[in-house]
């Protein structure tokens, strides 16, 4: 759909895909299915937190948040920007009032980031609706290591991410079952993975 839409826009669309993504299959309708650009999807819905994501940590949030409402009964939105030119301000600001927490995802680094900069807008637009600091998950501010014992705690998961949902919302909760599903591997998603590198 998106890929389509880029392909049919009047304007230059830059395309970008998470290596990680190569393997996700999914069902796209048939025909000339098309999603339009700067549209959010809301993948889930809750009252809780406002999970912003983007790329493949949108993956990784469904198993954090679905994995929280089974366990804790924490129910969060979790929105997929799905592009970050236009971004769909609208959902995200209509979410964060609803909700009062904010949790921005960046596959980036943090500095000049996609996640920097909605948790910069929503401070300045939406501050009185806040209820606790907002916060980013994203790659640590330093080049990419190739070895894979630099890799251990570079890449951000699902149990990163639930960690800091539950803090936000002043819980203790386990996430050890989450730590299972990451398994060993620390530079690629799982075993499944084929690559590119």
């Not at 921005?104 to 009185?128: M, N, P, Q, Y």
Request: include cysteine; charged fraction near 25%.
């Amino acid at each position: 759909g998106l890929l389509l839409e880029s392909i049919f826009d009047d304007n230059p669309v830059v395309f970008l895909e998470h290596r990680w993504l190569h393997n996700q299959i999914d069902h796209v309708p048939p025909g000339d299915f098309r999603i339009p650009l700067g549209k959010a999807s809301l993948l889930r819905e809750g009252d809780d937190v406002t999970v912003v994501s983007m790329s493949y940590m949108s993956i990784e949030a469904l198993h954090a948040v679905d994995y929280l409402k089974s366990n804790y009964g924490i129910c969060c939105d979790l929105i997929d920007l799905r592009s970050i030119k236009p971004i769909d301000w609208e959902l995200i600001y209509t979410s964060v009032k609803k909700t009062g927490k904010l949790l921005a995802l960046d596959t980036g680094k943090e500095i000049c980031s996609v996640g920097s900069e909605i948790i910069s807008r929503c401070s300045r637009e939406l501050f009185s609706s806040l209820l606790v600091p907002p916060s980013l998950i994203s790659l640590p501010d330093c080049p990419t290591p190739t070895s894979l014992s630099l890799t251990k705690g570079y890449y951000k998961r699902a149990d990163d991410i639930a960690k800091v949902i539950s803090e936000m919302m002043g819980k203790n909760v386990d996430i050890s079952e989450l730590k299972v599903i990451r398994g060993d591997k620390f530079d690629v998603p799982g075993d499944w993975f084929k690559g590119p590198f």
